[in-house]
C-alpha cells in the first residue's frame, strides 16, 4: 500500500471530520450497511403510521453504489477508519428528515441522482488494484461523495431547519451541482467501450495498448474536470449572488460594513492589548456558553477606558476561531454604535447591518433574506427584529457582539437590548441555537440597570487592564526620553504617576502623555512635571490641553461684539469638563449669541430695500448664519430671562431687550411696534423674519441659477431644499428633492380646500388631493352614489330611523325626520337589542356613512352624547375613533355642536379612548383642532380616565401593549418643556413644573399602582419613563410594592407584554423590588408562586430574590405558596430552597398541599416527593403531630365536594400509599393515628385495591385487632 495513496484517501476524511461536530461524530460511531438499513425500516413504519410512504426503495441504487465505494476505499483505508463516515451520514439525514415527508423526498432524489453518476464502478473493481492512475479517479470520487454529505448535513443539522429548508435546500442543490457534475464527467470518461472492455478482457492486446493510452490522460482530464467546473459554478453562484447582494443593500442601506472597516484598522495603543481578556474566567464561562446565566456578558468601564478596543481585540479573536473551525456551524455578527454616526446610533441600523453580514456569510440566508424583504412594500423595525433573530439562530452557534450602545441616540439602546434579551434569546433557547451576547457600553445608569442581571467584566477592577495601561505608559515614556533625557527612577516614577492616576482610564494616560510628548522645551516639560501643574486626573488633564486650545478672536464683522469660543476637543468627557468647571460659561455664551443674533438680523442686508442689489452679499457669503440665527435668537433670549442663577444679568437683560426692540422695529412697521404688545409684537417679528428668510432664500437661488456652480458652492453649499417655516424641522435640513419640498409645504399652507361652501374643509383644507378627495367621498357623496340597502330580515313595518342610518339610506333618514321625527326621536335608540344600545347617529358612523352623520348633526343631534338611552356609554364620536373613520371624526370636532358639547371632561375621555385604541390620527386631532379651557385640569383628567377606561379586554394575553408611544405624543403635546427636539423625556427631578406635575401623578392620582393593577402597561412604561426613583417607590394603598400590583394581575402562561414589564420592574434599582414585603410579609417571590405565571416571569422574579427561603407573616416560604409543578421545577432548578421548611401551623410545604386543597395536584406532589422522599411520612410540627397521610385521609372524607373533585379527592392518599417509600409512610402513620384512623386507611386500600400497601401493613401489623 503505497503512503502517498493513502495519505490522500486519508486528507480527504480529514477534512470531512474536521467539519463535524462532535456530536455528529458521536452519533456516526459504530455505523455500517447494517445500521443504516435499520434506520430505512425505521423510517418507513414512522412514514407508514402517517399515511405518507414515498418509495424509500428508490434508495436501493445508491446504496449499492456506496457498498462499492466502501469496498473499493477499503483496498487503502483500514474499514474502521472511514466505514462509518460512509454510512453515517446517510442515516442521520434520514432521520432528521423523517418529520417532514417532503423533505425525505427531496432527499431521495438527490441520492438518485448521485447512484446514477456512480452507475459504472462495478467495472473497475479488480483494475482498480493495479492501476495508479484509477487510484486517482477513486480519490476524486471518494472525495466528492464527503462533500456531497457535507453539504446534506448543512441542510437538516440547522437549527429550526424546517424554518428555512426552502433557502437551504436551494442553496444545497446550488452547492451539489458541480458535484454531480464532476461525478457525470468522470463516469463518462470511465465508460469508454474499449476501457471497459479493457477491464473485462485485459489479455487483449489492443485494447490494452488503448487503455494504456487512455489512462495516461485520467489525471490531465481529472484536473480539468475540476477546474472548468470550479469556474462555472463560481460565475454562476457569483452572479446571482451579487444580483441579490445588491438588492439586499440597498433594501437595508448598507455596503460594506463599518464595522468591518473598524476591525480593519488596527488600534495605535498596543498590539497586544487586551489578551488578558482570554484567560479571564467570567470570559470563559461566558465563551463556553452552556449554562442560561452564562449567555450574556457586559464588559463595561468609564469613558475612555477601551471598552471599543478591547471589543475588537475580542471580535478578531472570535474571527479566528471560527476561521479554524467547521464552516457553516457558527455565526459572528458585530457592531459598533457611534454618536457622531447618523448611520451608527439606532437600533434599525444595527439589526440592518447584522443582517447584512449574515447574508454575505450564508447563501441561505442571502435566500431567506432576499424573499422577505423582496415581498415587503415597507420594512418595520419589527420586520427587521424578526429577520434578524431568525438569520442569528439558523446555524448551531452564534456570537453577537455589540459595542459602544451607550453612545446610541434616545432610547434605543433599550430598544436594542430589549430585543436581545426579550426576543433573540427565547428564539435562540427554542431552536436549540448556542447563542452567546457580548454588551460592551458605559456604566451610565442606563446600561448597568438594563444588564444588571447578568454577568459583567468591570474595567477598573481588573489588574491586568491596569497593566496594560503601564505597559503602554512605558513605550510611550520611552519615546518622550528620546527628546527630554530622563533617569531610570523619574522614568519609572513618571510611569508609575500616570498608572495609577488614570484609574483603568487609557483615555487619561494617552492625554497625558501625548501633553508630555508636544512640550517645545526641557524647561516646559520640567514645568508639566511639578506637583501644582500635573494633572491628577482626567478632568485636569482636559484642562491643561483645553488652555492651549482656546482662542478668543474678534469678529470684523462686528467689531463691538465678541465672537463665540471655538474649542476643538479629543473627547467629549473633556467638554463637560468644561463646562463644569467654568472654563465655557454657558449663560454668558446665550447672552452673547442673543445679541449677536438680534444685530445680525437687524443689519443692513436684510433691512435695505430689496430693489437695492444683494449679490454682493449673497457671494460674500453674509448670509450664512441666518438660518441659525433666525431660529434660535428667541431660544438665547428665553435661556436669560429664565434664568434664575445668573447675578449680573439686569445691565446685560436690558442691552438684550434694546437689541429686541431694534430688531422688531427694523423689520415691522412702526405702527405695529407701538400698538402692538406681547405675543402678538413676538408673533409679528417671527412672521416679518420668515418672510425675510424666504426673500433672501429666493434671491439666492436666483444667484445660484447666474453664477459658476463651485464658485457659488464654496459659499453657499450644495442646494437644500428647505422648508421658510422657522419651527418647521424641515427649516434647516431640508427635503431631499423640489418635488418632496412641494409635497412638504403643503402640509403647511393645506391649499387643498373643500368646494362646499359651508363645509368646515373649505376653510381649514387639506395638504394633499388625496385628503380632498377622502374627505368629499365619506361627507359629500351623491345620493345617486350610495346604494340603499333594506335589510331582508326585516317584516313589513319594521323599516325605521335606525335602519335607514346603518344602510345609509339619506332619502329615508330625510323622510322620518321630516315626518315628525324630533331630535329626541333622531338621538333614541329603537326596538332591537342592538338598536337598544346604539343610537342611529352610531349606526351611520360604524357604516361610514358621512353624508348621513352631516345631515344628522346639522340638524341638531350631538355627537358627543350617547342619545336617550342609558345603558351605554358609547358615543358617535367614540365609534368614530374605534372605527378609524377620521373624515367623520374630524368633521364633529369642527362642527358647531363642539363647542357645547366638547367640554374639557369630555375632551379628556376622548384623548384617552384615543390612546387606548391606539388610533394616533385620531389623538392628533384632539390635540390639534379643539384646545381646552384649562389645559392644567385636562392633563389630570386624562390621566384619570386612562385608568378609568381599563376594560376587559385587556386581560387578554398579550392584548396590554407596553408600547407609551401615544401617551408620549399626548404629554410632549401638552408638556412640550418636558422633551427636547428629538422628543425624548428631559426634564429634571429638581424643576419646580416637575416636582408639582410628579406629586400630581404619582401622588394624588397613584397612577402608577393603579396601572399595574389594571394591566394598562403602556401607561405603566410611560410613568416610569418620568417618573424618578422617589416617585416609583411611593406605597399609598396598602403597602404593595409596583412589582407585587403587576404579579396579582399576570397572565397565566407566557406573555411578552408582562415579560417586559416584570423584567422593566426588576431593572429598576437593580432588583430593589424584588425584595421588599407587602402588609402581609409576602415578597414578589411569594405571589409569582401562587400564579401561574409564565417560567421567563418565575425565573426573573427568583433569579432577583436576595432570601428564596424568606417566610411571610404566616410562615409560609415561597415554596408553601407554589401550587403548579412548573413553579416548583423553577424554584427547585439551582436553588437553595430549605425543603424542610413549615409555615405557622408547623406544616412543610408538601404537608400545607395535601392539607390546604380540594383538588391536589398531583404533578405538584410527586415534584416534591422527588425533590426528598422524607416529606411524604414527616409530620407536622403542631400539638395532633399530623402527617400527610392524616391530611389525606381527611380530604378522602370530605362530602361538600362537587362531582369532579369526589373524583379527585382521593388523589393524594392513593399516591402516598403507592409510592415508592410506602412502607415507610405506614411505619410512621401507625406510631401517631389511632385504632380507628388505621382502620379507615385499610379499608381504603381495599376499596382502591391497593394490594402493595395492604401486603405492607399485614408485614408490619398495621391494622389493629
Known amino acids: 500500500m503505497a503512503s502517498n495513496q493513502q495519505t490522500s484517501f486519508e486528507r480527504s476524511l480529514d477534512l470531512f471530520r474536521r467539519e463535524l461536530s462532535d456530536d455528529q461524530i458521536k452519533q456516526m460511531v459504530g455505523d455500517n450497511q447494517q445500521t443504516l438499513n435499520d434506520t430505512i425500516q425505521a423510517t418507513q413504519n414512522i412514514l407508514g403510521r402517517r399515511n405518507d410512504l414515498c418509495k424509500l426503495t428508490r434508495i436501493q441504487r445508491f446504496l449499492h453504489a456506496m457498498e462499492h465505494v466502501e469496498k473499493l476505499v477499503a483496498i487503502f483505508l483500514n474499514a474502521s477508519d472511514f466505514v462509518a463516515f460512509i454510512w453515517g451520514p446517510i442515516k442521520l439525514a434520514l432521520m432528521v428528515a423523517t418529520t417532514w415527508t417532503d423533505a425525505v423526498r427531496q432527499l431521495i432524489d438527490a441520492y438518485e441522482e448521485i447512484a446514477e453518476a456512480l452507475g459504472n464502478l462495478a467495472f473497475f473493481h479488480t483494475l482498480i488494484q493495479s492501476r495508479d492512475h484509477l487510484k486517482l479517479v477513486l480519490e476524486d470520487y471518494f472525495s466528492d461523495i464527503l462533500r456531497f454529505h457535507r453539504c446534506v448535513l448543512d441542510v437538516f443539522f440547522r437549527p429550526e431547519w424546517k424554518r428555512v429548508f426552502k433557502w437551504a435546500w436551494g442553496s444545497f442543490r446550488r452547492e451539489v451541482k458541480p458535484i454531480l457534475e464532476s461525478l457525470k464527467r468522470k463516469q463518462a470518461l470511465l465508460s469508454d467501450d474499449k476501457l471497459q472492455s479493457h477491464a473485462i478482457l485485459k489479455e487483449v492486446q489492443d485494447s490494452g495498448q488503448y487503455a494504456k493510452d487512455q489512462f495516461s490522460n485520467l489525471q490531465t482530464s481529472l484536473e480539468d474536470i475540476r477546474s472548468t467546473l470550479a469556474s462555472e459554478h463560481l460565475q454562476s453562484k457569483t452572479i446571482q449572488a451579487q444580483e441579490m447582494k445588491t438588492y439586499l443593500e440597498s433594501r437595508l442601506d448598507t455596503s460594506k460594513s463599518w464595522s468591518d472597516l473598524q476591525l480593519e484598522t488596527r488600534d495605535p495603543i498596543v498590539e497586544n492589548f487586551g489578551n488578558w481578556i482570554f484567560s479571564d474566567p467570567i470570559f470563559k464561562c461566558w465563551e463556553v456558553g452552556k449554562s442560561a446565566e452564562n449567555k450574556v456578558l457586559f464588559l463595561n468601564g468609564s469613558p475612555g477606558s477601551g471598552k471599543s478596543t478591547l471589543a475588537k481585540t475580542i471580535t478578531r479573536h472570535e474571527k479566528r476561531k471560527q476561521a479554524s473551525e467547521s464552516s457553516g456551524r457558527s455565526f459572528l455578527a458585530y457592531f459598533f454604535f457611534k454618536h457622531d454616526a447618523a448611520d451608527r446610533r439606532t437600533a434599525r441600523s444595527m439589526l440592518q447591518h447584522l443582517i447584512m453580514q449574515l447574508v454575505n456569510a450564508d447563501e441561505t440566508i442571502m435566500g431567506l433574506a432576499y424573499e422577505r424583504l423582496s415581498t415587503m412594500e415597507s420594512t418595520e423595525l419589527a420586520d427587521l427584529k424578526k429577520l434578524a433573530s431568525d438569520c442569528l439562530t439558523s446555524r448551531p452557534m452564534t456570537t453577537l457582539v455589540l459595542d459602544g450602545l451607550d453612545e446610541a441616540i434616545d432610547s434605543e439602546h433599550e430598544i436594542s437590548i430589549a430585543w436581545c434579551l426579550n426576543e433573540l434569546l427565547p428564539v435562540a433557547n427554542a431552536c436549540s441555537c448556542n447563542l452567546r451576547i457580548l454588551i460592551c457600553g458605559q456604566r451610565d445608569g442606563r446600561l448597568d440597570v438594563l444588564l444588571s442581571s447578568h454577568p459583567q467584566i468591570r474595567l477598573d477592577m481588573v489588574d491586568a487592564h491596569h497593566h496594560d495601561i503601564e505597559h503602554f505608559t512605558k513605550g510611550k515614556v520611552a519615546e518622550i526620553h528620546a527628546r527630554f533625557p530622563l533617569m531610570q527612577q523619574e522614568e519609572q516614577a513618571l510611569v508609575s504617576k500616570i498608572s495609577s492616576a488614570s484609574q483603568g482610564m487609557f483615555l487619561y494616560a494617552r492625554v497625558v502623555l501625548d501633553h508630555l510628548a508636544e512640550m517645545d522645551s ?57 463646562i463644569r468647571n467654568g472654563t465655557v460659561n454657558l449663560m454668558q455664551e446665550h447672552i452673547d449669541m442673543a445679541l449677536f443674533c438680534c444685530r445680525y438680523l437687524s443689519s443692513k442686508p436684510f433691512t435695505t430695500d430689496r430693489s437695492h442689489s444683494m449679490s454682493a452679499d449673497i457671494h460674500s457669503g453674509y448670509f450664512g448664519f441666518m438660518d441659525y440665527a433666525a431660529a434660535h435668537y428667541a431660544v438665547h433670549i428665553q435661556e436669560v430671562e429664565a434664568s434664575e442663577v445668573w447675578t449680573d444679568a439686569g445691565p446685560k437683560l ?64 450644495p442646494i437644500r431644499y428647505k422648508c421658510h417655516k422657522i419651527q418647521c424641522s424641515k427649516f434647516a435640513t431640508g427635503c431631499s428633492n423640489e418635488a418632496a419640498l412641494k409635497e412638504h409645504l403643503a402640509v403647511h399652507e393645506r391649499p387643498f380646500r373643500c368646494p362646499h361652501g359651508d363645509c368646515f374643509a373649505h376653510t381649514v383644507g387639506y395638504a394633499s388631493a388625496k385628503r380632498l378627495e377622502s374627505h368629499n367621498e365619506a361627507l359629500h357623496q351623491s345620493v345617486s352614489r350610495i346604494k340603499s340597502v333594506f335589510p331582508a330580515d326585516l317584516e313589513t313595518g319594521e323599516w325605521n330611523l335606525y335602519e335607514a342610518c346603518k344602510a345609509g339610506n339619506l332619502d329615508e333618514v330625510k323622510r322620518f325626520h321630516r315626518g315628525g ?63 378609524e373613520r377620521q373624515e367623520i371624526l374630524e368633521f364633529f370636532l369642527h362642527s358647531r355642536l363642539s363647542s357645547d358639547g366638547l367640554d374639557d371632561s369630555t375632551l379628556a375621555e376622548n384623548i ?4 387606548h385604541a391606539d388610533r394616533p390620527a ?16 385636562v392633563i389630570k383628567l386624562v390621566a384619570e380616565e386612562i385608568l378609568s377606561q381599563i376594560d376587559l379586554r385587556l386581560v387578554r394575553r398579550n392584548s396590554h401593549s407596553i408600547d407609551a408611544k401615544l401617551i408620549h405624543a399626548w404629554f410632549r403635546y401638552v408638556k412640550p418643556e418636558f422633551y427636547n427636539e428629538k ?109 401561574a405565571a409564565s417560567q421567563a416571569v418565575l425565573r426573573a422574579v427568583l433569579d432577583n430574590t436576595g432570601d428564596i427561603n424568606h417566610r411571610n407573616n404566616s410562615g409560609q416560604s415561597p415554596l408553601h405558596m407554589a401550587d403548579y409543578p412548573r413553579s416548583l421545577h423553577v424554584l427547585l432548578e439551582n436553588r437553595p430552597v ?65 362531582s369532579y373533585n369526589l373524583q379527585s379527592r382521593t388523589r393524594a392518599a392513593k399516591f402516598l400509599l403507592t409510592c415508592s417509600e410506602v412502607k415507610r409512610v405506614l411505619v410512621e402513620y401507625r406510631a401517631k393515628s389511632t385504632d380507628t384512623d388505621r382502620r379507615k386507611v385499610g379499608v381504603f386500600a381495599r376499596k382502591e385495591m391497593l394490594q402493595e400497601a395492604l401486603d405492607i401493613m399485614d408485614s408490619i401489623g398495621f391494622n389493629p385487632i
Not at 402678538?680 to 432664500?697: E, G, K, S
Not at 352623520?853 to 358617535?876: A, E, I, Q, W
Request: charged residues 25%.
Open 522 to 578: 526641557i524647561q516646559e516639560f520640567e514645568d508639566e512635571l511639578e506637583e501644582d501643574t500635573f494633572p491628577e486626573d482626567l478632568d485636569r488633564a482636559c484642562k491643561s490641553i483645553c488652555s492651549s486650545l482656546v482662542d478668543v478672536t474678534n469678529c470684523d464683522l462686528f467689531p463691538n461684539v465678541e465672537s463665540e469660543h471655538v474649542v476643538s476637543m479629543v473627547h467629549e468627557t473633556a467638554t463637560k469638563y468644561l
Open 654 to 717: 436690558e442691552d438684550i431687550r434694546a437689541a429686541t426692540v431694534n430688531l422688531t422695529k427694523a423689520n415691522c412697521k412702526q405702527t405695529l411696534v407701538e400698538t402692538e404688545e406681547g405675543d402678538q409684537a413676538t408673533q409679528c417679528l417671527d412672521l416679518a423674519i420668515q418672510d425675510n428668510v424666504l426673500v433672501v432664500r429666493t434671491l439666492i437661488s436666483l444667484q445660484r441659477e447666474k453664477s459658476e456652480t463651485v464658485v457659488f458652492d464654496a459659499t453657499e453649499g
Open 821 to 883: 321625527a324630533e331630535r329626541a326621536d333622531l338621538e333614541r335608540s329603537l326596538k332591537s337589542p342592538r338598536q337598544m344600545v346604539i343610537s342611529p347617529l352610531c349606526a351611520a358612523v360604524e357604516a361610514g356613512h358621512g353624508p348621513v352623520c352631516k345631515y344628522l348633526v346639522d340638524n341638531g343631534v350631538n355627537p358627543f352624547r350617547v342619545g336617550s338611552s342609558r345603558s351605554t356609554t358609547r358615543t358617535p364620536v367614540i365609534a368614530a375613533i374605534y372605527q
Open 912 to 915: 384617552a379612548r384615543a390612546i
Open 922 to 937: 385620531a389623538l392628533n386631532m384632539f390635540l390639534t383642532i379643539r384646545q381646552p379651557k384649562d389645559h392644567a385640569d
Open 983 to 1091: 422628543g425624548v423625556f428631559t426634564a429634571q427631578s429638581d424643576c419646580a413644573e416637575y416636582k408639582i406635575w410628579g406629586d400630581i401623578i404619582f401622588r394624588q392620582l397613584d397612577s402608577f399602582h393603579r396601572a399595574l393593577r389594571g394591566k394598562c402597561y403602556s401607561l405603566a412604561a410611560f410613568l416610569m419613563d418620568i417618573g424618578n426613583d422617589e416617585h416609583l417607590q411611593i406605597r399609598i394603598e396598602g403597602l404593595d410594592t409596583p412589582l407585587h400590583c403587576c404579579i396579582r394581575r399576570i397572565c397565566r402562561g407566557d406573555c411578552s407584554s408582562c415579560m417586559s414589564m416584570v423584567r422593566r420592574l426588576l431593572q429598576r434599582d437593580s432588583g430593589k423590588f424584588a425584595n421588599i414585603a407587602d402588609s402581609s410579609g409576602s415578597l414578589p417571590a411569594h405571589i409569582v408562586m401562587r400564579h
Open 1138 to 1202: 430549605d425543603l424542610f421548611s413549615r409555615d405557622n401551623r408547623g406544616q412543610t410545604a408538601f404537608s400545607a398541599l395535601v392539607d390546604h386543597s380540594f383538588v391536589v395536584d398531583l404533578e405538584a406532589l410527586e415534584y416534591l416527593f422527588e425533590a426528598d422522599p422524607r416529606l411524604a411520612w414527616t409530620p407536622d410540627k403542631s400539638e395532633d403531630g399530623l402527617m400527610p397521610l392524616h391530611h389525606a385521609m381527611k380530604l378522602s372524607e370530605n362530602r361538600q365536594l362537587d
